[in-house]
């Protein structure tokens, strides 16, 4: 099982960025997908989450309004468009895969399979 997370990068404050999760040796239909994002000297946080069946979404605070999660699953592959970002979304991007309980979808115990992560610095 390899989950590839791509589409990281530099971007000026109010920019956007569009992350992607391709998976292989696994059916993301099957699974839940939660983005988490751990920024230096800070935890890992979940920032989006979407179940597998319903596609029902779910984001923390700091990401509602500005971040959507999707997924493809005739591509296998999951993403998160990424909007009005700030210096403090600077982080580490991590797909992961599993299927936690909805109150536990920020866990990152809860989830199975990760993807290596993705860097996005956001300065002007």
């Known amino acids: 099982v390899q989950l590839q997370a791509s589409g990281g990068g530099l971007v000026q404050p109010g920019g956007s960025l569009r992350l992607s999760c391709a998976a292989s040796?696994?059916?993301?239909?099957?699974?839940?997908i939660g983005w988490f994002r751990q920024a230096p000297g800070k935890e890992r946080d979940g920032v989006a989450y979407?179940?597998?069946?319903?596609?029902?979404?779910h984001y923390a605070d700091s990401a509602k309004g500005r971040f959507t999660v999707s997924r493809d699953n005739a591509k296998n592959t999951a993403y998160l468009q990424m909007n009005s970002l700030n210096v403090d979304d600077t982080a580490v991007y991590y797909c992961?895969?599993?299927?936690?309980?909805?109150?536990?979808?920020?866990?990152?115990?809860?989830?199975?399979?990760w993807g290596q992560g993705t860097l996005v610095t956001v300065s002007s």
């Open positions: 979407i179940i597998n069946r319903s596609s029902s979404e």
């Open positions: 992961a895969v599993g299927n936690p309980i909805l109150s536990s979808w920020r866990d990152s115990r809860s989830y199975r399979y």
């Open positions: 040796g696994l059916g993301l239909d099957y699974y839940a």
